[in-house]
T-cell receptor, first 115, second 112 residues
Framework: EAEVAQSPRYKITEKSQAVAFWCDPISGHATLYWYRQILGQGPELLVQFQDESVVDDSQLPKDRFSAERLKGVDSTLKIQPAELGDSAMYLC?????????????FGPGTRLTVL | SQQGEEDPQALSIQEGENATMNCSYKTSINNLQWYRQNSGRGLVHLILIRSNEREKHSGRLRVTLDTSKKSSSLLITASRAADTASYFCATDALGANSKLTFGKGITLSVRP
């Protein structure tokens, strides 16, 4: 069964360092999402891609976060510099549909700890 | 901001009992989805109900939607220890920008 792949699964870094997360969506899924989930909360959308184009990045802290999906397949989310408040689970999801009209398939997530 | 609010925040039941979880939301929607998350893992889609539907079933799951009350419920029948997880409702609000907004989740514990 096809799955969304994410790496690394865990990342520990010191504040002010740069970190990067990678996501490979299910083959053929045009829409890719990055979410941040703080412990005890639900996921919050950071950025949504349709193929290689950003559809929504209104909640992405653009002073330190960047995301790209250059060839419309896999994607990278970067934080530079990391802050203590960035400690969270970063989830990638994909769907075949445009927008939220259909179910989303989530990867296992990257647990980030900023010291 | 989180549109959906689940109730209760935590639920503990005995194996074999039914579990009912509720979700309320604020604005009109295209659809409402329920997801499950096991500890430290990604979310798994359970069921999607569209705004013109009132009830859907999937195995031991039953979801209802009342758009007049802006609420939904998820019923898990004959619960199992493996159902222990966090459950989230997510709404796709009406509007040009279609995206899911998740609630804070319900922690379900099923005691063997």
């Amino acid at each position: 069964e096809a799955e969304v792949a994410q790496s690394p699964r865990y990342k520990i870094t010191e504040k002010s360092q740069a970190v990067a997360f990678w996501c490979d969506p299910i083959s053929g899924h045009a829409t890719l999402y990055w979410y941040r989930q703080i412990l005890g909360q639900g996921p919050e959308l950071l950025v949504q891609f349709q193929d290689e184009s950003v559809v929504d990045d209104s909640q992405l802290p653009k002073d330190r976060f960047s995301a790209e999906r250059l060839k419309g397949v896999d994607s990278t989310l970067k934080i530079q510099p990391a802050e203590l408040g960035d400690s969270a689970m970063y989830l990638c999801a994909s769907s075949p549909a445009t927008g939220a009209r259909d179910e989303q398939f989530f990867g296992p997530g990257t647990r980030l700890t900023v010291l | 901001s989180q549109q959906g609010e689940e109730d209760p925040q935590a639920l503990s039941i005995q194996e074999g009992e039914n579990a009912t979880m509720n979700c309320s939301y604020k604005t009109s929607i295209n659809n409402l989805q329920w997801y499950r998350q096991n500890s430290g893992r990604g979310l798994v889609h359970l069921i999607l109900i569209r705004s013109n539907e009132r009830e859907k079933h999937s195995g031991r799951l039953r979801v209802t939607l009342d758009t007049s009350k802006k609420s939904s419920s998820l019923l898990i029948t004959a619960s199992r220890a493996a159902d222990t997880a966090s459950y989230f409702c997510a709404t796709d609000a009406l509007g040009a920008n279609s995206k899911l907004t998740f609630g804070k989740g319900i922690t379900l514990s099923v005691r063997p």
